[in-house]
T-cell receptor
């Protein structure tokens, strides 16, 4: 158990809908990262937050957005969903000074039908 | 363009049959190379960090090594519980993101 929690575990929704994925980092970690994993693309970095502020952006679509709250939990919002958004979404966290040693949550499996 | 390539994509081993996985990278300003293990339907589990060429790290039957252009993950006398996908990632200066390879899927047959 990495100490990173994600909810929900599974999500099934229709095209055009909007969903919110939630992540709680390990106790004491200020950084949260979001990744998307699909069979053809592998694990792709989406976005990073550090203590409530956006720090880095990867291949995140404009239909996707994220935020980190004062209690350090983070939410990833996916809107106008398309079939191609079906994937595993992982959240990871890291300790201050160890940005690259990231600990991953169990993931949310999103299925868009 | 920065790139991380892992080979072979898939590997079937008999229990006890040692082998090596390769991760080659073309990254400017490498900050570290990282190995993760991922079981089906689960999040990646951190294994090792390597920072400089010549560095080696060990954990049970796994040993990771690093050169200037590639890293190897050696699996010695594997057991069925070593079956997993092993992911290699690089971090580089000026950017906190990890760039992952597509993984080496390892199956160890009893």
């Amino acid at each position: 158990d990495s100490g990173v929690t994600q909810t929900p575990k599974h999500l099934i929704t229709a095209t055009g809908q909007r969903v919110t994925l939630r992540c709680s980092p390990r106790s004491g970690d200020l950084s949260v990262y979001w990744y998307q994993q699909s069979l053809d693309q592998g694990l792709q970095f989406l976005i990073q937050y550090y203590n409530g502020e956006e720090r880095a952006k990867g291949n995140i679509l404009e239909r996707f957005s994220a935020q980190q709250f004062p209690d350090l939990h983070s939410e990833l919002n996916l809107s106008s969903l398309e079939l191609g958004d079906s994937a595993l979404y992982f959240c990871a966290s890291s300790a201050q000074g160890s940005a690259y040693e990231q600990y991953f949550g169990p993931g949310t499996r999103l299925t868009v039908t | 363009e920065d790139q991380v390539t892992q080979s072979p994509e898939a590997l079937r081993l008999q229990e006890g049959e040692s082998s090596s996985l390769n991760c080659s990278y073309t990254v400017s300003g490498l900050r570290g190379l990282f190995w993760y293990r991922q079981d089906p339907g689960k999040g990646p589990e951190f294994l090792f960090t390597l920072y400089s060429a010549g560095e080696e790290k060990e954990k049970e039957r796994l040993k990771a090594t690093l050169t200037k252009k590639e890293s190897f993950l050696h699996i010695t006398a594997p057991k069925p519980e070593d079956s997993a996908t092993y992911l290699c990632a690089v971090g580089y200066y000026g950017n906190n993101r990890l760039a992952f390879g597509k993984g080496n899927q390892v199956v160890v047959i009893p």
